[in-house]
T-cell receptor, first 115, second 117 residues
Framework: GAGVSQTPSNKVTEKGKYVELRCDPISGHTALYWYRQSLGQGPEFLIYFQGTGAADDSGLPNDRFFAVRPEGSVSTLKIQRTERGDSAVYLC?????????????FGPGTRLTVL | AQKITQTQPGMFVQEKEAVTLDCTYDTSDQSYGLFWYKQPSSGEMIFLIYQGSYDEQNATEGRYSLNFQKARKSANLVISASQLGDSAMYFCAMREGPDFGNEKLTFGTGTRLTIIP
């Protein structure tokens, strides 16, 4: 079946602009996660959704970052007033939480470059 | 303190040899889980193997095994009979708390493994 998909694969924007990154989870997966991976680092947790609600948003770095999942499927990560330090690969993952371990399936990521 | 430490930024291994990738972790939770992921140049994170803190036996999945030493807080990944396709970044990650509780994974900085023909 289809895996996690993310669009766009690459996004170049200018400092101060607004961007939206989209994640399509595996069909039927109730949980969705966003991570950010800076160059040379491991992924860092941003936010986790269970259904439509954000169950844990403790990783969002500041109030310029916001994510939604209005119908419990597709999620959008929104970044306002982008800064050069926001440049990274943004990874999305999903899981169905029906067996242990709760394996997270990752998408290919969106590479965001802020000029 | 770092929650996940991977001390080997890069490793070169001859094809068909076994390789051990190191991972140490730091947590005060009694219940936790340890994961290894592979990240090829395409960028996707591929789940390899899992070890729960209460699992008494070391996890194995095909050519992958996890050398879990709880007292030392280490969870090293062993790849037997390495193949050229094993060349990738490898990340160790931890979930603190029970499964289906805290969902957040904390990752290490990774080890870049290169298999030499």
């Amino acid at each position: 079946g289809a895996g996690v998909s993310q669009t766009p694969s690459n996004k170049v924007t200018e400092k101060g602009k607004y961007v939206e990154l989209r994640c399509d989870p595996i069909s039927g997966h109730t949980a969705l996660y966003w991570y950010r991976q800076s160059l040379g680092q491991g992924p860092e947790f941003l936010i986790y959704f269970q259904g439509t609600g954000a169950a844990d948003d403790s990783g969002l770095p500041n109030d310029r970052f916001f994510a939604v999942r209005p119908e419990g499927s597709v999620s959008t990560l929104k970044i306002q007033r982008t800064e050069r330090g926001d440049s990274a690969v943004y990874l999305c993952a999903s899981s169905n939480r029906d067996r242990s371990p709760n394996e997270q399936f990752f998408g290919p990521g969106t590479r965001l470059t802020v000029l | 303190a770092q929650k996940i430490t991977q001390t080997q930024p890069g490793m070169f291994v001859q094809e068909k040899e076994a390789v051990t990738l190191d991972c140490t972790y730091d947590t005060s939770d009694q219940s936790y889980g340890l994961f290894w992921y592979k990240q090829p140049s395409s960028g996707e994170m591929i789940f390899l193997i899992y070890q729960g803190s209460y699992d008494e036996q070391n996890a194995t999945e095909g050519r992958y095994s996890l050398n879990f030493q709880k007292a030392r807080k280490s969870a090293n990944l062993v790849i037997s009979a390495s193949q050229l396709g094993d060349s990738a970044m490898y990340f160790c990650a931890m979930r603190e708390g029970p499964d289906f509780g805290n969902e957040k994974l904390t990752f290490g900085t990774g080890t870049r493994l290169t298999i030499i023909p």
